[in-house]
């Protein structure tokens, strides 16, 4: 299973981004998927959680109503649609894989990672 994020770059606090996780080799309903975020010299920390196999979602408390984890099952990507950016959620951020029933927000519990991508809230 290999996983492509992409979607990062630099916005202005309020602003908006959508992150993609493109997923090959499995799908969607094989895995539940998570995104972190990992900020230098910080731990990385969860974000959002997707239960593929019924749609449940988990939000960490300071992006929930902010923050949307969807998937798209036709092009094998899950997404984050991040609106209403803060400086504080600048971060590279990531997307992972776990066992499909699991709603865990500890990073050990992802077998699968894709590689980060950076996202800055700047003004």
């Known amino acids: 299973v290999q996983l492509q994020a992409s979607g990062g770059g630099s916005v202005q606090p309020g602003g908006s981004l959508r992150l993609s996780c493109v997923v090959s080799?499995?799908?969607?309903?094989?895995?539940?998927f998570g995104w972190f975020r990992q900020v230098p010299g910080k731990e990385r920390e969860w974000v959002s959680v997707?239960?593929?196999?019924?749609?449940?979602?988990l939000y960490r408390p300071s992006v929930k109503g902010r923050f949307t984890v969807s998937k798209n099952s036709a092009d094998n990507t899950v997404y984050l649609q991040m609106s209403g950016l803060k400086p504080e959620d600048t971060a590279v951020y990531y997307c992972?894989?776990?066992?499909?029933?699991?709603?865990?927000?500890?990073?050990?519990?992802?077998?699968?990672w894709g590689r980060g991508t950076l996202v800055t809230v700047s003004s």
């Open positions: 080799g499995s799908s969607l309903d094989s895995h539940s």
């Open positions: 992972a894989a776990a066992l499909p029933l699991l709603m865990a927000t500890n990073p050990s519990y992802y077998e699968y």
């Open positions: 997707l239960a593929s196999s019924d749609g449940s979602t």
